[in-house]
């Protein structure tokens, strides 16, 4: 199958249809039916579509392939282009924002937010702010929570459906149980050389996250592949999804450097923050 019908019949999927219908979010398909204007009208129905095209093929797009620094799309992380309930769900964050941010230290809005995730989850370079990528994916989130409540966020930039840290302890965790556990569970998608391929992102190496993105923390990716991975059928226990972040985790990624990921201070407005 092509990545798009892959992507496609995942939209079909049972997955997407319950997170669809908790939210009324419409599917594609429902969005085209008459009588029904789910979509804001006019352009900022076309905004909103922009920025759902570019969060799924966002290696392709070329309003934000040039800020790219690895092989992976804002999907690849915020399942079924962050519609996914759960797994990097999208829905509802926009009423988290503006946030406090221990990492930086200061209040993010939704836009820094979705910019940050550029140089850090795909290690690339941070757009400008009110850049045309950045408005359209802002665009596509916020009409993800449109008519839910604002509940602005004052402990972490995350809003109310971010994935819950597992009971179990980072340090509980066991390299080789996660390395066999990978090679059950994990290694037929992202291979045994974690490089992926093109229908399955590389889950470490080159073309991965940085370690300074929120994954390349052993608790964060736990709790993410708990509820995410394997693809379709997320069942792991606590203990094995730590087991297996660790086992993952282990390898080598880019290093990430603040000063590498932002470009000069003309072009990218501020950056909204103070440390790295
Ligand atoms: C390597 C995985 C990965 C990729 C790729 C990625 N992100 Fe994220 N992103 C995360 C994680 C993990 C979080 C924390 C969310 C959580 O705890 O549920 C996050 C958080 C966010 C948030 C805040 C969510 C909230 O609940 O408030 C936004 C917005 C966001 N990302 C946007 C993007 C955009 C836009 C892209 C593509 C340009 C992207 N991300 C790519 C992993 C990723
Ligand atoms: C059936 C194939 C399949 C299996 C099995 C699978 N994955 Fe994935 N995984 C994917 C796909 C495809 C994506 C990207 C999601 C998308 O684009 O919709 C992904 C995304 C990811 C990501 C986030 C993006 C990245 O590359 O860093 C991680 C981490 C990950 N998988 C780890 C795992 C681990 C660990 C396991 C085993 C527990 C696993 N996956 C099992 C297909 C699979």
């Known amino acids: 199958m092509t990545r798009i019908a892959v992507l496609l019949s995942r939209y079909s999927g049972r997955g997407a249809l319950i997170a669809i219908s908790m939210l009324s979010v419409p599917s594609l398909a429902q969005e085209k039916l008459p009588n029904k204007p789910l979509l804001p009208p006019g352009e900022l129905g076309a905004w909103v579509r922009l920025g759902e095209e570019i969060v799924e ?40 924002y503006p946030a406090w941010a221990p990492r930086e230290q200061t209040v993010v809005t939704l836009e820094d937010r979705v910019l940050n995730c550029f140089m850090r989850s795909c290690n690339g370079v941070r757009p400008p702010l009110g850049s045309k990528v950045s408005i359209a994916i802002q665009s596509y989130i916020t009409w993800l929570s449109q008519g839910e409540s604002m509940r602005m966020n004052p402990q972490r930039p995350v809003g109310p459906r971010a994935v819950s840290l597992l009971a179990a302890k980072p340090d509980s965790g066991s ?10 569970r994990c290694a037929d998608c992202h ?28 608790e964060n990716l736990g709790a993410w592949l708990k509820v995410a991975m394997p693809l379709d059928d997320a069942t792991l226990t606590e203990k094995e999804a730590i087991d297996i972040a660790v086992f993952v985790n282990s390898h080598e990624r880019p290093r990430f450097e603040l000063s590498a990921h932002l470009p000069p201070a003309a072009e990218t407005g501020v950056y909204n923050g103070e440390k790295p």
Request: with cysteine; aromatic share 6%.
């Open 57 to 96: 093929k966002t290696t392709e797009h070329p309003l934000s392939k040039p800020f790219l620094g690895n092989d992976l799309n804002c999907t690849s992380c915020h399942l079924q282009n962050g519609r996914h309930p759960s797994a990097g769900s999208f829905l509802g964050t926009a009423t988290a």
């Open 175 to 184: 390299l080789e149980r996660g390395r066999a556990l990978y090679a059950q």
């Open 191 to 218: 291979g045994a050389d974690g490089k992926g391929d093109t229908d399955n992102p590389p889950v470490w190496g080159e073309r991965s996250y940085n370690d300074g993105a929120g994954l390349a923390k052993v």
